[in-house]
């Protein structure tokens, strides 16, 4: 019963990972380097992160400065970030690209929120989706005679506590990220 425990404990810590990386690659009217995390140029034949290519560093607080190690790539990284879902137009001085990422109107925030909610919401589907797999698996258990009436309700709270727990910490990293968006 502790494997089922601990495995479920495992799959809620991932989704919650998981979130955190979606939040990181939102903008907020500030440069992030995070924002470029899944963006991929052509090198040498191989879709290559950004990244992995070029020196990417803030340059002041509403600008993202990428230096590519191989000017060569400066054209096609100028493409890449173009064609993705970035929405900032690179500049290209010769040497680097700077994308310059303008304030964030009180509309766009309130449509930023909305969806940091809903990715939240969907965390803690996939958190209680965990918790209800668990306790089916703990019933099982039960009904194959491997423990005991006591031990499943034992096992079925330890369930309940960790997905409370995440549940919680999923409302934490969501409502820290909402106000990262709304503050001007």
Do not use: C
């Amino acid at each position: 019963m502790q494997t089922v425990i601990n495995g479920t404990k495992d799959k809620m810590q991932r989704r919650v990972n998981h979130l955190e990386e979606e939040y990181s690659g939102i903008r907020a009217g500030r440069a992030n380097p995070a924002v470029l995390d899944k963006v991929t140029v052509d090198y040498y034949g191989t879709p290559t992160p950004v990244n992995q290519v070029a020196a990417v560093s803030i340059a002041e607080a509403r600008t993202l400065v990428v230096q590519p190690w191989d000017t060569s790539l400066l054209k096609d990284l100028e493409r890449a970030i173009q064609m993705s879902d970035v929405g900032i137009n690179p500049q290209n001085d010769g040497k680097v690209l700077r994308l310059n990422f303008p304030p964030l109107t009180e509309d766009r925030r309130k449509e930023i929120v909305k969806e940091i909610k809903e990715m939240a919401e969907e965390s803690k589907v996939q958190v209680r989706n965990a918790r209800r797999e668990a306790i089916d698996k703990i019933k099982a258990l039960k009904k194959s005679g491997d423990i005991t009436e006591d031990d499943q309700k034992n096992g079925e709270k330890k369930v309940q506590d960790i997905t409370d727990k995440f549940t919680k910490e999923i409302d934490a990293i969501s409502e820290k990220k909402q106000k990262e968006i709304m503050a001007i």
